[in-house]
């Protein structure tokens, strides 16, 4: 038994160094109007001075491992990176049927959403490690949604990406009211995102003219950056899949836009 638990130790170990390699990462809990939220912070392993920050905002599934994974990823590019939390309380659903009632709830009270976003951006820029002058955001399905949204509203954000997110909105951009630039990356098939919703943003972006870029691939259906989608997708019966080219591609597309946008 020592022998088993010995070796336990050793791999947790092992697992724990490999992680702190790429990217330093901690838990932590802030508020917005009284509700306390979770998120999670990851830092480059070695990184001198103020680096860039960004946002990183969930699926409808809530900020779960997934969001914290991609946090990860930023920090091994060199931001440090916050997945927030637009729920409260850490909240994360397994069900679609949770998931949607817990993303309508947002989305019906906008002011709220706002105010939790801009909790969590001002959690970001008071980091000691972050050039306050350089901060983006990204987000996933819900999460391209609000970030969307958010560039909408006018917050100082360098750039925002949406992937897989939705375009509709009750409050389009107004001419000079948006100082972020937007990069949207979007799977051809996802049958979430019509035909008339793409036109409609397109048209809204460019009466209102924004500095947007909006990306289709071919064949990739809604959630595509998701190792995980496809089996939720046979799970709940829902148009779900993982593309990794797609995957791929949009990956290295935020990359060459942040480093444009936050430069």
């Known amino acids: 038994m020592r022998r088993i638990a010995l070796g336990l130790i050793l791999v947790s170990l092992a697992m724990l160094v490999v992680v702190g390699a790429a990217a330093a990462g901690e838990e932590v809990s802030y508020s917005a109007d009284g509700t306390t939220l979770k998120g999670y912070i990851a830092r480059p392993a070695k990184a001198d001075g103020k680096r860039p920050g960004v946002l990183v905002v969930h699926e409808w599934w809530g900020n779960n491992d997934y969001t914290r994974k991609r946090a990860d990823m930023l920090a091994q590019l060199g931001y440090v990176a916050l997945a927030l939390d637009m729920y409260g309380d850490g909240k994360v659903a397994s069900h679609p049927k949770d998931a949607g009632a817990f993303a309508g709830e947002v989305r019906k009270h906008m002011d709220v959403a706002e105010k939790r976003f801009r909790a969590a951006l001002a959690l970001l820029a008071s980091q000691r490690d972050v050039d306050t002058g350089r901060i983006a955001a990204v987000g996933y399905c819900f999460g391209g949604g609000m970030v969307l949204e958010m560039a909408r509203r006018g917050l100082a ?62 064949g990739a259906v809604h959630a595509f ?39």
């Open 157 to 218: 954000l360098g750039g925002v990406v949406s992937f897989h997110g939705s375009l509709p909105t009750r409050t389009p951009a107004k001419p000079g009211g948006v100082k972020a630039k937007m990069l949207v990356l979007n799977g051809a098939a996802d049958p979430f995102i019509k035909p008339e919703h793409i036109e409609a943003f397109k048209s809204e972006m460019q009466s209102a003219g924004v500095d947007y870029r909006f990306i289709n691939y071919d």
């Open 225 to 263: 950056t998701n190792p995980a989608a496809t089996e939720a997708g046979k799970k709940f019966n829902l148009p779900l899949a993982y593309d990794a080219e797609a995957d791929r591609k949009s990956w290295d597309e935020m990359q060459r836009f942040l480093r444009t946008a936050l430069q």
